[in-house]
């Protein structure tokens, strides 16, 4: 049975001198794509020649709310001119992350609506990061979306119960990452509990989070296979009965994206 991870970081340094390898190993396990996440505008043409190296590589383009300092001018209208690339099936990841604060507050809220406006455009889904900032990141959705319907999926969802049920409301798509499989992360598998369960992708966000048993190391596509166990156990599914829901919503919110085969 095909797995996807909807979210990997492989065009980073971690992963400069073994990539081939690594993304071999994710084919021996069972996983039919990947979806390469753009996180600074600045990087996309790393991370278009990573999902250049396969068919079934797939890419984002957007701007993290930590580096949303880097591109404080930036109007939809770029982000959709750079959204024409073929590989490119969704815009993100984008949003609002009030735990560090890497960039001023405004500039994310700035750099996130820019982000909603191209996909509210082009139809393509938008990855959305969120970390202590539900109040803001259910405001802006909620705005946005009573102005012009788009879809969405919350990234790694962490967050609160509140913001969690809005999404749900909107029709958005949620993934689940390693973090669901460590011993003390009761309240965020409780969360996913409440998920709409045609909606859950699995992802890695590789080299971070990885999942029981191999957390403290570097994270890896093939991994997933750990998250979508873990799933299937919360759910009490089958581990391919887990891996056919997942692969299947990952296509109907991807739509630009061909399955394999």
Known sequence: MMLVDSHVNLHGEKFAEDLDAVIQRSWE????????????IRDLDAVIRVADLSSNIWATV???PHDAKDNPGITAEDIIELSK?????GIGETGLDYHYDWSPREV???????HIEAVQETGLPLVVHTREADEDMMEMLQTAFAKQEFSAIMHCYTSGQKLADAAAEM?????????????NA??????IKTMPRDRILIETDCPYLAPVPY?????????????????????????DEAAEKTTD?????????TRPA
């Open 108 to 114: 994310q809220k700035a750099n996130f609506q820019a």
């Open 186 to 191: 009761h309240d965020v598998r409780d969360r």
């Open 215 to 239: 957390r403290g190391r570097r994270n890896e596509p093939a991994y997933v296979r750990e998250v979508c166990q873990a799933l299937a156990d919360l759910f009490d599914w089958s581990f």
């Open 29 to 40: 396990a069972g996983i039919g794509s990947l979806l390469n996440i753009c996180c600074n």
């Open 249 to 257: 919503a990952f296509f109907d919110l991807f739509t630009k994206a």
């Open 62 to 64: 957007g701007t993290h």
């Open 171 to 183: 029709g958005f798509y949620f993934s689940v990452s390693g973090i669901m499989t460590f011993k």
């Open 85 to 89: 690339h073929t590989k490119i099936v």
